[in-house]
């Protein structure tokens, strides 16, 4: 059975960084695709970045391009999300999320895996 437990989240002020953790069990997360995703009551839940399975190729979303940066620890099997520069609209709930190697990483439809979310809140 897989297990995504995301951690790290929390209230920090404009211009902030966090680190979310997504630590796994039951598939080892070189061997998937793993990404974070957040989501804002009322609004659907929207890809923040990816990293593919044994290259590990990176992914992130436009939004975050340059402020958040995705990464992967193998002997741990966690995953990582360093969030710099935090603004406002980051503040989200952020999901961690694992796919079939070759799936969309983009499409949050290819996750078939899911953590429960941890809160992150940047105060203005």
């Known amino acids: 059975q897989v297990q995504l437990v995301e951690s790290g989240g929390g209230l920090v002020q404009t211009g902030g960084s966090l680190r979310l953790s997504c630590a796994a069990s039951g598939r080892t997360v070189s061997r998937y695709t793993m990404g974070w995703s957040r989501q804002v009551p009322g609004k659907e839940r929207e890809f923040v970045a990816a990293?593919?399975?044994?290259?590990?190729?990176?992914f992130s979303a436009d939004s975050v391009k340059g402020r958040f940066t995705i990464s992967r620890d193998n002997a741990n099997n966690t995953i990582y999300l360093q969030m710099n520069s935090l603004k406002p609209e980051d503040t989200a709930v952020y999901y961690c999320?694992?796919?079939?190697?070759?799936?969309?990483?983009?499409?949050?439809?290819?996750?078939?895996?899911w953590g429960q979310g941890t809160q992150v809140t940047v105060s203005s």
């Open positions: 999320a694992s796919a079939a190697p070759g799936r969309s990483v983009f499409r949050l439809t290819s996750y078939d895996a």
């Open positions: 990293i593919s399975s044994y290259g590990g190729t990176t």
